[in-house]
């Protein structure tokens, strides 16, 4: 996840092994989840997903990036 800190946006950055499905989720510091995002099997290869955040209060988020095989979670950090 970059950039980390960031005052706008975020960019998820993940290497793909098996071609997916993947989900995206960012949730805030109580769990409500702001973006969902399914991307749909694909190649093995590398991907990006880039989510606004500028209209959300300055905090903690977690970006959660799932596969059947593959579960990563990282925060980030929004200063306004």
């Known amino acids: 996840v970059y ?5 706008n946006s975020a ?14 989720r ?3 510091s109580v ?6 995002v399914e991307v749909p099997p694909n ?3 590398r991907y990006k997903q880039t989510f ?7 905090g903690i988020y977690t970006v959660n990036v799932n596969s059947q095989d593959f579960n990563k979670a990282k ?4 200063i306004k």
């Open 3 to 7: 950039p980390n800190p960031t005052n």
């Open 75 to 78: 925060k980030v950090v929004l």
């Open 52 to 58: 606004p955040l500028g209209d959300q209060a300055s």
């Open 43 to 45: 190649k093995e290869g």
């Open 26 to 28: 960012i949730m805030n």
């Open 11 to 24: 960019t998820v950055e993940w290497v793909s092994s098996t071609g997916g499905p993947y989900t995206i």
């Open 31 to 36: 769990g409500q989840v702001l973006y969902f």
